[in-house]
């Protein structure tokens, strides 16, 4: 969490991170960089505090969601042929385990370590999850963070492709992935509710409609090539904000 707000707070405001102070043991830090840390540090103890309440679900999310943000900041594809090889393997994985792991194991084991069944009571946050206004049982929808992570690095990728070959919001791959992903979620949970809310592996959904969506919209244009040999970085990548 940490993270995520003082490299998005200081891409905005670079002003912020100015004064500093020194500490034992520390050095130097920003006053702004300290302040969050405290409050970081707050928030988790208190969702640690309260992660068996109704409302803990609020608090594991924001958790979840600042760790995949810094995980998307640290981890980035060099290409799509890295994201092909990626993406099929943990298509592949997550239909295995969900799909035909209960006829191996009698149980799917996927299902069961992200909703954290056999932690003792305690819900590992593996997963982001939402409560359903309309259910009177207080269920939940929930998405792992693979679901999120794995088509997220591919996202993230045509971000810095668009971005380096200076392409126009629909001119590029990034706005088309978007979509595609939000059309796989769809996809996820209309076949959650045709199969009277089996759990269902995500990433069947939404491979396709990601990486298969790059793949097309690659060869109508003619950039295939540019997109599988792409470099490493992208020359536009900035580095880490300094703290």
Known sequence: ????????TLSKRP????KTVNLPMFGEISIFSLVVLLFSVAFAIIW?????ESFSWFGQDVLGICLMITVLQLARLPNIKVATVLLCCAFVYDIFWVFISPVIFQKSVMITVARGDK????????LLRFPRPSD??????????????????LVSFTRRFDKDNKKGVFEGYFIWLVIGYGFGL??????LYMMNGHGQPALLYLVPCTLG??????CIRGEMKSLWNCNADSSSSSEPTKV
């Open 1 to 8: 969490m940490h993270n995520c707000i003082v490299t998005l």
């Open 186 to 191: 769809f996809l996820t949970y209309l076949g």
């Open 15 to 18: 002003n912020f991170g100015q």
């Open 119 to 126: 932690a003792g009571g305690e819900a590992i946050p593996m």
């Open 213 to 218: 969506v790059t793949v097309i919209l690659g």
């Open 136 to 153: 009177p049982w207080g269920g939940y929808d929930m998405i792992g963070f693979g679901d999120i992570l794995f088509p997220g690095l």
């Open 48 to 52: 640690a505090a309260t992660r068996r």
